[in-house]
């Protein structure tokens, strides 16, 4: 009776000791479960979509199909920190000086609507209090890393001098990373026609860190047919140089 009565003590010790670890387990699989969603909640919340219309849209709208926003920085600003904008055209845009967009560890897509690739331009001034005078265009400023992706829309820039004066907007380029920028900015032309004026012409990118820069599946549209001289700001020229020889570029191009 006594081995008896230690085997049944031993398997009831054995019973319990079962109920807690399934006690345990079900506690994990809750708390992973919350993990999980909490996980997905932010990733979905890092994801951001809105439509852009720079003619009937408004800045005061929900940024839906139905009730566009007017431009890209609204919706920039309305991404969260390390977050990712995707903003799809309805209509023809321009960068203004006005708008000043800076991408502060924000992904940036912008996308046409797969029937219209619509003119997106930079707008252009004289700065004319300096001598002698230059043409200089609105950019897209990265602070701390980043990176915009165009796909389906034409690239227009206006004739500019090379002048860069200025880590800030008002340069001769259109993107600018500047020395506070952490990481590795990255822009990116997939399906675009990208119109560049002949000489003068400010270079595409100033760049004071590392930088990503993809031209994938593009037509050169305008006037110039080749991005040789017109990448990188005061490191390029118009013969092209091999893009291996510019230090912190990382690029699909053969010549720069």
Do not use: H, W
Request: include cysteine; aromatic fraction near 8%.
């Amino acid at each position: 009776m006594a081995v008896q009565d230690d085997l049944a003590g031993a398997l009831s010790a054995i019973a319990a000791a079962t109920n807690t670890l399934n006690t345990i387990g079900a506690q994990a699989t809750g708390a992973i479960s919350a993990v999980t969603k909490a996980y997905n909640d932010r990733i979905a919340s890092l994801r951001t979509l809105f439509y852009v219309n720079a003619i009937t849209g408004s800045d005061a709208a929900a940024g839906t199909s139905a009730a566009p926003l007017r431009s890209i920085s609204e919706a920039v600003r309305r991404t969260p920190y390390g977050g990712f904008c995707r903003v799809e055209l309805r209509s023809a845009y321009t960068f203004t000086f006005a708008e000043n967009l800076t991408l502060d560890k924000v992904d940036l897509t912008v996308i046409g609507d797969g029937v219209t690739r619509f003119p997106v331009t930079f707008e252009r001034r004289v700065k004319d209090n300096i001598t002698p005078a230059v043409r200089e265009a609105a950019a897209i400023k990265f602070l701390r890393g980043g990176c915009i992706n165009f796909c389906f829309i034409e690239l227009v820039a206006p004739a500019l001098d090379s002048f860069s004066q200025y880590q800030d907007y008002g340069s001769g380029c259109l993107f600018t990373s500047v020395q506070l920028a952490y990481g590795v900015s990255s822009i990116s032309f997939l399906l675009c026609n990208i119109n560049l004026p002949t000489t003068p012409f400010g270079s595409l990118l100033q760049s004071l860190t590392q930088v990503s820069f993809i031209v994938e599946q593009c037509t050169l549209n305008g006037p110039v047919t080749s991005l040789n001289g017109r990448v990188v700001f005061g490191r390029t020229d118009s013969a092209g140089v091999a893009a291996s020889t510019v230090s912190g570029l990382m690029t699909n191009l053969v010549t720069v």
